[in-house]
């Protein structure tokens, strides 16, 4: 078996630089900060980043971010975001707005949205909803909830119930509930209890008990559906 010295020497005799080989690079790197050697992650990382991977961007904003290089951190995540695909795009707006920046979160979720991700639709949804937007944020979460993700389904059913469209939210509370989302059957039963819809009431709980529901049935359950008892899933109300 090749030990990780051997192979990085073999790989830097090779002078990957010169070659343009990113792939090996990017993992020569890997190897290197899983044996704990940082410096040696960080310069093969910028060599792969230099030649373009927005892997490599990601990993060495995260090593330098690690070590409090914070002002480059952020110039190597936004560069990786530049190249890369909607998925950086969305975690470098979900860090954004996690660090208060609503303005440059707003950019790269809606960049992410635009090129079809539906968590970022759904995160740029709650973005827009928690500011008072609510056509945009209604159009976002419609848009991720149509394309079959069960988080953007229950959050677009407490955008619609919260505005007093109580059928159609209903009727999203179902179909995410229907694709095994946890909170959406919460807010589905308390509803149905809260009606008295016992043989609602009876189809919901065989499906309930097939997740990891059961303490928070019995709670729900032993309360009635009082709305007291849902604080946990009213968190994220739009």
């Known amino acids: 078996e090749i030990s990780v010295r051997d192979w990085s020497s073999d790989v830097c005799s090779s002078d990957l630089s010169e070659t343009g080989e990113i792939g090996p690079m990017w993992e020569l790197s890997r190897l290197l900060r899983k044996r704990g050697d940082a410096t040696g992650a960080e310069h093969w990382l910028r060599k792969a980043a230099d030649a373009g991977d927005d892997l490599a961007m990601w990993d060495l904003g995260r090593l330098l971010e690690n070590r409090g290089d914070n002002a480059e951190a952020e110039h190597w995540f ?7 695909d909607s ?3 969305r975690r470098l707006g979900k860090r954004l707005q996690n660090r208060g920046d609503a303005v440059g979160a707003e950019h ?13 639709m759904t995160e740029l949804g709650a973005l827009l ?6 056509v945009p944020a209604d159009h976002w979460f419609r848009k991720a909830a149509d394309a079959g993700y069960a988080q953007a389904m229950w959050q677009l059913g407490m955008l619609l119930e919260k505005h007093g469209t109580v059928t159609e939210a209903e009727d999203w509370f179902n179909k995410a ?15 149905l209890m809260q009606s008295q819809d016992v043989d609602g009431i009876i189809d919901w709980y065989h499906k309930a008990v097939k997740t990891d529901l059961a303490g928070r049935i019995t709670e729900l359950l032993r309360s009635g559906g009082k709305p007291d008892e849902q604080r946990s899933d009213r968190k994220s109300v739009v």
Request: proline share 2%; charged share 30%; net charge positive.
């Open 177 to 191: 509930a229907n694709d095994g989302h946890a909170p959406a059957m919460m807010s589905l039963g308390l509803r």
């Open 87 to 89: 998925w950086r795009m």
């Open 78 to 84: 936004c560069k990786s975001a530049e190249v890369g």
């Open 129 to 134: 909803g928690e500011r008072g937007d609510i």
């Open 108 to 120: 790269w979720l809606r960049k992410a949205a635009d090129d079809g991700n539906k968590i970022a």
